[in-house]
Structure formats: C-alpha cells, structure tokens
C-alpha cells in the first residue's frame, strides 16, 4: 500500500528522516487500492486515484528527507495546482495532528459543524499544529480563543475569534473574560510543555462534564483528574503500535477508518480553496545541509508563525532530474 513519491525535486541518494513529504508519484506500489488502472482514461478516472505524474503531499513515520520516499496511500493526498510544493508540505503532519485532535478525540463531527455556540482554547494557536487546530476547529464552528505570542498575527489569519497573548503575563484573565458566563469543556493545547496544560486545565471547572485538553506530547506535569488529556498523534492510524523512545502509540482501528474519510475531505477542501491555510513558509538555503541551521532557529527561537521548508534539491551533490 505504498506510493513512491519523489518530494518536489529529486536527485542522488538520500536520507531516511522527516515526516512531511511533497512531490511527484513515480511509482505505485504493490496492494495500492486507489491506483488508477492505465486503461482508464483521466476523463472518468476517480480524482481520489493515485498515478505516476500526480501532484501529492503526505505525512509518514519517516523517509521525507530523500529523493525518493515510499509513503502509504492512507496518508498521501492529492494536492492542487494552486499550491506550490513548498507550501503542500507544511500540511501533512501538523494539520493531520491538529485533526486526530478535533475530531478523533473531542469527538466533533467531519461532515456536520456544531449548531449551538461554544468555544475551544488553542494554547500555541500560532505553532504549525496549533494553527491547523484553529483552522478545523473553525470549519466545525467553535469559536476559538488561540494563546500565542510572537505568532499572534498568524494566529489571527488562521481564523482565531480571539488571540490573547501570553507574554502579557494575564493569559488566564483575559481567558476568562473572553468565556464570561460559558462553561469551557475543551481545549487543545499544542505546545504541551513548560505547564500550558495545567495553565489550560484551570479554565475548565470541576463540575463540567466531558471535559477533555487534547495534548500533543505526553504530559511532564500533575494535572487536574476531573479532566480528560487525550493524546493525538498521526502514528494511531496505521494499523500498528508504533514507539518512539519510551512511548507507545497504539493501532487505533477506528483512527485509521477515520484517515480513509478525512484524506479525501482535505482533497477535496484544498481543491475548493480557502478552507485551509497552508502554514507560512521560509526556505531555509542548503537543501538537506540546512537542517543543522533550522534545529539552531529554533533552539533560539528564531522561528515564529512559520513552518522551514528544504528543497531537496538543493543539497550539495544532489543533481535534480
Ligand atoms: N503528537 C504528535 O503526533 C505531534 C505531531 C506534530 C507535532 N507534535 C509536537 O507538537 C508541538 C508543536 O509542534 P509544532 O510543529 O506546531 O511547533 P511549532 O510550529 O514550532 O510551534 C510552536 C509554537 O508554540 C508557541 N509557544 C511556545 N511556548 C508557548 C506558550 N507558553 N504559550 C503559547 N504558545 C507557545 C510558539 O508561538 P509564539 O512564537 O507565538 O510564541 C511557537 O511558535 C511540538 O512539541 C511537536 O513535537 C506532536
């Protein structure tokens, strides 16, 4: 059930890290279900089917670092002419992530939004996933009030009703003002460190029922027990527990039912244009050779409200087709 997608440009050999990959199908692999057979012509060819020559993005444990990467059907999706490889590729994982979250563990509907008012809390509304969860929680109709800092103009753009801004030092008051009389029942908290949860979870009241803080990383903190922390991840849809250093991500059978209807939703939300907007992109120079330059960015928190994107191609030695 795998693709072979060559990401954007391509060249000699290559890496085997990174998750978010945008490129050219080359090749279909064995056991794909959504090939399109060379019989068919595109006229009445389904638009969900994958052949050499499509225009994709996808999302995967590993592999997007290389000329060539092998990404499973599941997670790889059409993308349109009017998005540029460059900006495809910020959309894979963080928006899968942000979805897992909205709609897998908060339990909002796909196809149909919310019909009474209500609000969500995105703590890191301007983060990669932390606007994608802004953009799906728009889309469901929630009204969202984003914390954000720096980024708190993108946080803007991606649909925030409110950005209140943590560097002010009255995050939580300005929160509550915000909510007045409404009874927070969830949040999403896409930074998950340096006690954003706790912070979060003292919005919420005891006496309310469901409640639920989506986290994005396991928690480093005691938390309030009245609340539910649901992790998302993208690793709960392939069919297979997957571990990163002492953590587990279960197989989650139901997530990887819902990727089947969500990857051609996004299809089709991209095709529609202005549903999602893609994350904004900085080419960082150097193709591969500029990773060590984009972990210093941001280790020194250079990076704000952008996603670093590496041409492939670039790299030294790496001779583009
Ligand atoms: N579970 C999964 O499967 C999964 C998938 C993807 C990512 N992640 C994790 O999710 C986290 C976010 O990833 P990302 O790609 O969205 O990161 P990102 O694009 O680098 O965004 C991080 C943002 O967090 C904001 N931030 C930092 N401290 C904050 C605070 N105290 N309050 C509010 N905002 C704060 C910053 O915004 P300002 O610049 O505005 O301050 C920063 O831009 C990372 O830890 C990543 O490893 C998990």
Redesign the pocket.
Known sequence: MFLTVVPAHFGGPGLVQGSDVSGVVVKIGEGVTRARPARVSRLFANRLQFKPGDRVAGTFRSGAFAEYASYPELSTFHIPGTLTFEEACTIP??LT?AAMGIYRRLGYSLDTPISEPKSIVV??A?????QYAVQLAKLVGLRVIG??????PV?KISGCDVVVD?RQGQTLAQIKQVLGDEQLQHGFD?????H?TSQLASLISPSTKDAKVVM??HPHEPLPTHIQYP?????SIYGEEVRHGPNVVPAMPEDTEFAKRFFPALEGWLREGGKIIPNKITIVEGGLEGVPEGFRR?REKE???E?LVFRIAETPGVEAH
Do not use: D, I, P, R
Not at 147 to 152: F, P, Q, S
Not at 190 to 194: D, R, T
Not at 231 to 235: G, K, L, P, R
């Open positions: 994982l963080g992530t703590w890191g301007s983060g990669s996933v932390g914390v954000a800092g720096a980024g708190a946080a943590y896409a930074v998950s460190e340096n954003t994005v990383l992790q998302t991840s993208v690793f941001m990076v704000s409200g996603k």
